[in-house]
Nanobody
Framework: QVQLVESGGGLVQAGGSLRLSCAAS????????MGWYRQAPGKQRDLVAA???????NYADSVKGRFTISRDNTKNTVYLQMNSLKPEDTAVYYC?????????????WGQGTLVTVSS
């Protein structure tokens, strides 16, 4: 069983920064795309950023120039550096990974970490 464990959420003032981490653990797996989604109260879960195994990133327009996604394939970990945070960035952030296991591909989600940006 492959699990994703997130860390790094919290409360920050507008204009501040936070770094989220998400580590995958388990046995007999490898990782395809990884990414971060977020869900604000009463809204749907939306893609924030994703990164391919080779490192090519893509971002939602709302975070371009402020957020940076990266991954360390040796640690099976994906990061999201969030700068110039705004109150509208407040949400639960979920890590996502497409996982390759011997029997096929699986989608895995983290438990979510709350990011609150105060004005």
């Amino acid at each position: 069983q492959v699990q994703l464990v997130e860390s790094g959420g919290g409360l920050v003032q507008a204009g501040g920064s936070l770094r989220l981490s998400c580590a995958a653990s388990g046995s007999s797996f490898s990782l395809n795309a990884m990414g971060w989604y977020r869900q604000a109260p009463g809204k749907q879960r939306d893609l924030v950023a994703a990164i391919a195994p080779g490192g090519t990133p893509n971002y939602a327009d709302s975070v371009k120039g402020r957020f940076t996604i990266s991954r360390d394939n040796t640690k099976n970990t994906v990061y999201l550096q969030m700068n110039s945070l705004k109150p509208e960035d407040t949400a639960v952030y979920y890590c996502y990974a497409q996982v390759r296991v011997p029997l096929g591909n699986l989608d895995r989600w983290g438990q979510g970490t709350l990011v609150t940006v105060s004005s």
